[in-house]
């Protein structure tokens, strides 16, 4: 578990709780795959054994993975690992008509009932990462990624254009994966192909015109307004596992909040 981690820092502090470190053991047993996403862990009876703790330590220790987001409980069920993001949640900055041309219902491609939007992989090739992105990674100057460039597809229009980088070699499987076989969600695939599970992501929307080149390629006009969505994605270990550049038309953007 690294050094960075928040609640490995806190369960090895001078004066920690006993829940505090049973949490940190809990979190080592999710981040090594000893517990899979989605799968249901000990009873918490059975963890009290375990641990030789007493039954409330145990729940407060759960409570603290809950609130982190790497456990959830379900009401008569138990407790289960968090599945990782799916990825379709870029699409919630969005709205899109199923026909440009008359008033019809939106899709955001994460509502009830709609598709997510096709991917199609334009290009995948290594390369030398920048030092900033070198660094987000955590890998060193020199050090080469994986550079994707990606476009998405709905209602037969091309919607988003997205520039990803992944860091080498951990996402080296993908590398020699057919683009026929990529399929329309990215993580997933780091899953199945890389071992890595997206835990939760970081998204930044700023504003500005779409180039030439972008403008072709989402088949809007040169210097058309745009929407940016720069993403950071982590795994369980709290690594930088995707770093990601997504246009769009900001006419067609949205931005909802629940205030209370």
Known sequence: MPDNDPLHRAATAPGVSRYGRIAAQLQRKIVAGEWL?????PA???LAAEFGMALGTIRQAIAVLVQEG???RVQGKGTFVRNGLTGASMMRFFRFRADAGAPGS???GTEPGLAIPRSEILSCRAARLDQG???LFGLGAGARGLAISRRRWLDDKPRLLESIW????RCEPLQRLPKAEWGDLLYPLLGSQCGITIHRAEDEVT???LD???AGLLELPDGHPCALVTRRAYDLQGHCAEYRLTRGDAYAFRYQADIR
């Open 37 to 41: 996403p989605g799968a249901a862990i």
């Open 44 to 46: 918490e009876n059975t």
């Open 70 to 72: 790497l456990l959830e």
């Open 106 to 108: 939106l899709a955001t």
């Open 133 to 135: 992105m070198a660094a």
């Open 166 to 169: 992944l860091p080498l070699p």
């Open 207 to 209: 504003f500005r015109t």
């Open 212 to 214: 030439t080149d972008e």
